[in-house]
């Protein structure tokens, strides 16, 4: 049986690994378009700040640890599928012939189109390639202009910071990450950045941009304010990486659409990742998350489907996000937002920078959003999938939020006893 | 393969009084700290009854799988999940994919920490003075 797996991100080599474990005697290649190891773009941001190497973005750190399991990495660019004749035409114009298909060929970073973003200098950050670019332009004092505050944007205004340079962040929502706070927290992140010294603008639009004398460009807003800068990043946005599948007759949305199995609409072929809409826990719907926990897990779901059939169905993955704005740390789960008919329960202490928002429908936590918690933090997901029925603790947590984790263990422990009783 | 050896906390033995916190601490950050403990005790109905709590070494390894870093691997002699802080980055991806919460983010070191059975030799159990912690073969 030979499993092709088009691409070499966390999704891909996860899937790999499983497949490779479920059936050692599978052949198993991916097909990597860029020129370097497997790689986790989730680990960018700490090369950026110079914490570790190139190679420490490595989603394996052993050189022949691919090898060592039996898994081929052929550095090649998938250019179309052929389903009937179950091929990959790879760019070179050669091929590859598959038993079973795992796309996984990840998003890509748009830019907004407007004047002057295609000049040099102005940058996504999304590759390892970029970050090269991104080290050499922003130096200590350097000006710079970061398009976008959303959750991609945020984190890398953390290594931006980091690396001493003279910060304007541009964001069009009225908040920052957007995605994942609502207008209290999201504006208390946003206190906390000024009060680092970097400047937010938000509801702001970047109108243009124009290449100015010397070396510097000119960024200018939607108010008319004109901002120099000698790099400007883009991280307005990203697109899963679905051209090249055009014409093969794989049915196409926001992603690859993928049903519980992570199968595509063609037999054979399946999806995983930033690349896939897959089944999001909390609302059923199909959705292209974009965050590692989620590639991880779909990689998972489709080498058991690719190895055992379509068997085990995949219950959907929970959304969750966790950033670090300058020190100051976020996390969102699941139904942050709320749910119709449901309840909250608010923390707010904006002195401290320190916020809980946990979301309920009846009993059960459904979405839970913090600011400056470190500590136990994964309970959050814990309920949240588990839909564990909080009883009486639900009200003690409307009363306080932060005994979540005591809330936590008073049910695990419950469940304890009932199991050995 | 033999059973390993695990953590067997027994709650109902447990007085809340924290030595297990402050051993944690001193063999792992070198300070009497229950702050940076990796192991829990949590108080209920106002200390009538108290619940220590830490990482079970559970076999899904959520925060292992989701690691893109590899920075978290099996000790295949104990069974630990054990953090590399070499390779950690500290991104927390893993914290909050834990679904029990036994692996935090150390503000002191910028990595995370997890219970990793001091290597075979857990303080926690040693100092427990009503056998709560205990380190030995579940039943
Ligand atoms: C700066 C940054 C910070 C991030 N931080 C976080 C975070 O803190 N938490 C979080 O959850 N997520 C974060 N993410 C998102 C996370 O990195 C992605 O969700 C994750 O990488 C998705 O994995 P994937 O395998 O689906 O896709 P990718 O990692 O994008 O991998 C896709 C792979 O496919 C290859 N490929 C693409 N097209 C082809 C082709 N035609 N032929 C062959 N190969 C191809 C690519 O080269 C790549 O190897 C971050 C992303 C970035 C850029
Ligand atoms: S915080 Fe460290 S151990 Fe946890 S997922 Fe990130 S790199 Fe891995």
């Known amino acids: 049986m030979h499993h092709v797996i088009i691409g070499a991100g966390p999704a891909a080599v996860s899937a790999a690994e499983h497949i490779k474990k479920l059936d050692a005697r599978s052949e198993v290649t991916m097909l990597a378009a860029e020129d370097v190891p497997p790689y986790s773009r989730m680990a960018i941001p700490y090369y950026l700040v110079g914490n570790i190497k190139q190679e420490g973005t490595y989603l394996r750190k052993n050189a022949d640890h691919f090898e060592k399991l039996g898994i081929t990495v052929k550095h090649a660019r998938a250019s179309a599928i052929n389903p009937q004749a179950k091929s990959v035409a790879l760019s070179g114009g050669d091929s590859i012939g598959y038993d079973k298909l795992l796309v996984a060929t990840g998003a890509t970073a748009t830019k907004p189109p407007i004047p002057g973003i295609d000049l040099e200098g102005v940058y996504n950050c999304w590759s390892l390639a970029d970050a090269h670019k991104i080290i050499e332009k922003a130096t200590p004092g350097s000006d710079v202009v970061l398009m976008g505050a959303g959750f991609i944007g945020c984190i890398i205004l953390e290594s931006l910071a980091a690396r001493k340079v003279n910060l304007t962040v541009i964001e069009m929502e009225n908040r920052m990450v957007s995605r994942m706070t609502n207008r209290t927290m999201g504006t208390m992140i946003k206190d906390w950045c000024v009060d680092k010294g970097i400047k937010v603008l938000t509801s702001t639009k970047v109108d243009r941009i124009d290449a100015g004398d010397g070396q510097a460009f000119a960024v200018t807003t939607n108010t008319g304010d004109k901002i120099p800068a000698d790099l400007v990043i883009c991280a307005t946005g990203v697109r899963s990486n679905t051209a090249f599948l055009d014409g093969s007759g794989i049915n196409i949305d926001m992603g690859v659409v993928v049903d519980d199995y992570m199968q595509t609409s063609v037999d054979d072929i399946y999806a995983a990742g930033d690349v896939a809409q897959g089944k999001d826990f909390s609302t059923g719907d199909y959705y292209v998350q974009a965050i590692q926990p989620t590639a991880v897990e779909h990689g998972k779901v489709a080498a058991q489907s690719m190895v055992y059939g379509n068997v085990q169905a995949n219950p959907g993955n929970v959304n969750m996000n966790v950033l670090d704005t300058v020190g100051l740390i976020s996390t969102s789960f699941g139904m942050w937002m709320g749910v119709d008919g449901g309840e909250e329960s608010e923390l707010v202490d904006k002195d401290n920078y320190r916020y809980l928002n946990l979301q309920f429908k009846d009993d059960v936590l459904v979405g839970a959003s913090s600011l400056g918690m470190t500590q136990h933090v994964g309970v959050m997901r814990g309920l949240i999938q588990t839909k564990a029925p909080l009883g009486e603790w639900k009200d003690k947590l409307m009363e306080n939020p932060t005994r979540l984790s005591e809330a936590y263990l008073a049910g695990a422990q419950a469940q304890h006893q009932n199991n050995t009783a | ?139």
């Open chain 2, 1 to 139: 393969m033999t059973t390993p050896k695990t953590l067997i906390l027994d709650a109902d033995k447990c007085t809340s009084c924290l030595q297990c916190e402050m051993a944690c601490s001193l063999e792992h950050e070198g300070l009497f700290s229950p702050a940076f403990s990796r192991i829990k005790v949590f108080e209920f109905e106002h200390g009538k009854r108290s619940i220590p709590y830490t990482c079970t070494q559970c076999e899904e390894a959520w925060c292992m799988q989701v690691c893109p870093t590899k920075a978290i691997s099996v000790n295949s002699e104990l069974g630990t999940k054990v953090v590399d802080e070499s390779l950690c980055v500290g991104c927390k991806v893993c914290t909050m994919a834990c679904p029990y919460g036994t692996i935090n983010y150390n503000t002191r070191s910028g990595k995370v920490t997890k219970c990793d059975l001091c290597g075979g030799d857990p303080k926690c159990a040693e100092v427990c003075p009503t056998d709560a912690i205990t380190y030995g073969v579940a039943t």
